[in-house]
């Protein structure tokens, strides 16, 4: 992002405030960034503020006098790498929509050649608006990146969707956007991540001990790298990553059916869940109680996900997950072999300061060459970055993504 160029434009919505945190998010990562703004947004945030935070003249008048002789509007479209409307409001995208330049922000979006993100921020009632949604869907297909609105609080008291996303969000976006050869652009990534949970009556299930949180900075890294990422989560209590389509399931089998649906498109499978082995032969339909002798439970195994995954691998490269209390090494390589993976990553569970729930681990990766890297402690984020520089080096290895 250093040394890049954004022009954002701030429309009239109660949601411009949060503009005055995207331009600072973006000058911290060395970004240049030109604000305009149209009338209407003056009334929400004044150009001061957006003029103190990205250290430039701020934009408003298509006729005041520029710093620099140039056409105005044809100099802020050429110089910018990105132009990024947040919030954009049902106005702004209509007149995009149907290619009416009334004011500078709309003359500089139709003057440039760079890509152009599209924020909307409005009423949730606004924003399901047949108009709305046409006119969208219209910039869509023009070729517009649009991100989907958040789900949440809304300033006319109600929830709804339509909430501008945070700002550190629509940054992410702006570098997916920005980053034209990212490593996995082009590849499409599925990531599990979870517990599944198999009931024993309504009210009762047997699990496995997972966060999720390993999965999902997964995720957010495989789309960060500009990956499509398919993110099939059992229960957590964590937000859906920005841009990545998620698929929530309860069981292991709801998460096998997921799974294999999607495997035929798939390039990259990560299976960072933690699915049950096994699950009650029979789920009562009331809740049982402890006078009808629970202690004796029959069990029957559940889909071995990952195993299935090795025997319909083909080309796909598949990195499975080992968390382990004793003998690690040795359990683990023997799950690397019996399930056909590329690589698998070994974790010691009996730690208190890593793995469950924590947002730190140590992790081995081993190879069925025989090879072992040993990682240091650091975070899940970091060791998510580390997964994926080794498979996309073995995407390259295979002519899958061209080599950097």
């Known amino acids: 992002m250093e040394g890049k160029t954004v022009v954002l434009g701030v429309t009239g919505g109660i949601a411009a405030y949060k503009s005055a945190e995207i331009a600072s998010r973006l000058v911290k990562k060395g970004v240049l960034v030109h604000v305009v703004m149209t009338e209407a947004a003056t009334r929400f945030i004044t150009p001061l503020t957006m003029r103190t935070i990205s250290g430039n003249p701020v934009s408003c008048d298509m006729f005041q006098e520029p710093t620099h002789w140039n056409v105005q509007h044809v100099g802020l479209a050429e110089s ?37 993100l599209f924020v909307p921020s409005m009423n949730d009632a606004m924003y399901e608006n047949p108009f709305v949604q046409r006119n969208l869907n219209g910039l869509k297909a023009m070729g517009y990146n649009v991100m989907e609105p958040d789900f949440g609080y809304l300033a006319c008291g109600e929830e709804g969707k339509g909430r501008l996303p945070e700002p550190k969000d629509i940054v992410l976006e702006i570098e997916t956007v920005l980053l034209k050869e990212a490593p996995l652009k082009g590849v499409t ?24 949180k390993m999965g999902y900075e997964l995720a957010k890294a495989a789309k960060e790298r500009g990956a ?15 841009g990545v389509e998620v698929v929530k399931v309860r069981t292991t089998h709801e998460m096998f059916d997921a799974v294999m649906e999607h495997l035929s498109d ?53 990195v499975g997950f080992a968390a ?26 009996s730690r208190s300061d890593a793995g ?29 970055a580390r997964i994926l520089d080794r498979v996309t080096s073995l995407l390259c290895q295979a002519c899958r993504v ?3």
């Open 80 to 116: 910018a790498d990105i132009l990024v409307i947040a919030p954009a409001t049902a106005n702004c995208i209509g007149k995009v929509a149907h290619g009416i330049a009334d004011d500078l922000l709309t003359t500089v979006i139709m003057a440039t050649k760079a890509p152009v």
């Open 189 to 212: 990534v599925l990531v599990t991540a979870g517990p599944t949970q198999e009931p024993l009556d309504p009210v009762r299930y047997i699990t496995n001990r997972s966060s999720g």
């Open 228 to 242: 499509k990422v398919i993110l099939v989560t059992g229960p957590v209590a964590l937000p859906p990553p920005v």
């Open 266 to 318: 798939t390039d990259v499978l990560i299976g960072a869940a933690a699915p049950c082995d096994f699950r009650p032969r029979n789920t009562a339909s009331e809740k049982l109680k402890k006078s009808q002798g629970m202690e004796h439970i029959p069990l029957i195994r559940c889909e071995d996900i990952m195993l299935e995954v090795g025997k319909r691998k083909g080309d796909r490269v598949a």
């Open 324 to 349: 382990e209390t004793c003998d690690l090494i040795e359990n683990a390589r023997a799950k690397l072999i019996s399930k056909n993976l590329d690589f698998i990553v070994a974790n010691d569970v």
């Open 356 to 384: 469950f729930e924590s947002d730190y681990n140590e992790v081995k990766i081993l190879y069925p060459e025989g090879q072992r890297e040993d990682l240091p402690y650091m975070t899940k984020r970091e060791v998510a």
């Open 402 to 404: 061209p080599d950097s």
